[in-house]
């Protein structure tokens, strides 16, 4: 994770620039398939309160996948309905993504099952509060960093994003703090257990 780290706001401002991402946002980072869950970020966002749907752009990085055609009409359909979303498919470089990660104002990791979900951790390192399945491998990766919702369940996840907004400074900065000490425990080049899984996810 020695590539993912809080990058400076001069290089957030760059990078946003850059890709022409506006204000805040909620991230998402993976190929675009249902089993990532995508759709379900797309129905929280929905059922935000109007002042939170104004706020936050639902940003989505990573390339397409199965079914990528679906998820793109739905995608259309919330755009056309209000809500702000945006899809960077295949355009971030990985020099650019430890500087998005480290912009956004959440990361929602909904999937039904991973393998084991380095997004999480990349998240984590680059100290953005993680919204994440309750299933799978994902609460043990994310540790008491995690917000973990059921991905089953939209209005789960429409809460989670409300509990995070709702943060004071300082329980962001523990969640932050928490995430950024549970990202250090992932060492890459070390973790033989840890490659493995990641390379399992990818086949």
């Known amino acids: 994770t020695t590539h993912f780290y809080k990058r400076s706001e001069t290089e957030i401002k760059e990078v946003k620039k850059r890709h022409k991402i506006y204000g805040d946002y909620i991230l998402s980072v993976g190929n675009i398939e249902p089993r990532k869950n995508q759709l379900s970020l797309v129905k929280a966002m929905y059922d935000l309160p109007d002042e939170l749907k104004e706020k936050y752009t639902l940003l989505f990085v990573g390339a397409g996948g199965w079914k ?33 990660y480290s912009g956004a104002s ?4 909904v999937s039904h099952y991973e393998g084991f979900g380095m997004p999480i951790v990349e998240a984590m390192a680059c100290g953005v509060p993680v919204i994440t399945s309750n299933t799978s491998v994902m609460p043990e990766v994310a540790g008491d960093a995690g917000v973990l ?21 300082s329980e962001r900065q523990e969640n932050i703090t928490r995430g950024i000490e549970r990202a250090a425990h992932y060492n890459w080049a070390n973790s033989t257990a840890s490659l493995l899984a990641a390379a399992r996810e990818v086949k």
């Open 106 to 109: 959440m990361m929602g990791y």
């Open 68 to 100: 990528m055609e679906q998820i793109q009409a739905e995608i259309d359909d919330a755009i056309k309905s209000g809500l702000k979303v945006q899809i960077l498919q295949g355009r971030v470089s990985d020099e650019d993504l430890p500087a998005i």
């Open 149 to 169: 919702i059921d991905p089953a369940s939209v209005d789960s996840i429409t809460e989670a994003i409300k509990t995070i907004d709702g943060w004071s400074d």
